[in-house]
């Protein structure tokens, strides 16, 4: 099973950008969809976007998300990648990464492996 570690949060002014990026060990991630979640305290983790297994030739979001994030994958690299941009104030959350087999799912319910988050702050 593989493990995952997220990095790239950090703080940003309204309208800036960031890069998230998960990265897998432990085992092919290829054979996982990946997607982000977030969450902020006393609310439930909400999907922010997924990407389907081996190629990644399917992606989806949030409705919230407007077009302002992708997320991509590079299979060699065992990685998946958010990048966030025009970011506003309600995206402040913990952003986590996750996989499961063997397609996206936007109940967080349905994964079983999780990576440890990352904190994201939108703020002027």
């Known amino acids: 099973q593989v493990e995952l570690v997220e990095s790239g949060g950090g703080s940003v002014q309204p309208g800036g950008s960031l890069r998230l990026t998960c990265a897998a060990s432990g085992g092919a991630s290829s054979v996982y969809a990946m997607s982000w979640f977030r969450q902020v305290p006393g609310k439930d983790r909400e999907f922010v976007a997924g990407?389907?297994?081996?190629?990644?030739?399917?992606?989806f979001y949030g409705d919230f998300v407007k077009g302002r994030f992708k997320i991509s994958r590079d299979n060699a690299e065992n990685t998946a990648t958010l990048q966030m941009n025009s970011l506003e104030p309600e995206d402040t959350a913990n952003y986590y990464c996750?996989?499961?087999?063997?397609?996206?799912?936007?109940?967080?319910?349905?994964?079983?492996?999780w990576g440890q988050g990352t904190r994201v702050t939108v703020s002027s």
């Open positions: 996750a996989a499961r087999r063997p397609t996206v799912h936007r109940n967080p319910l349905q994964y079983g492996i």
């Open positions: 990407i389907s297994d081996n190629r990644g030739t399917a992606q």
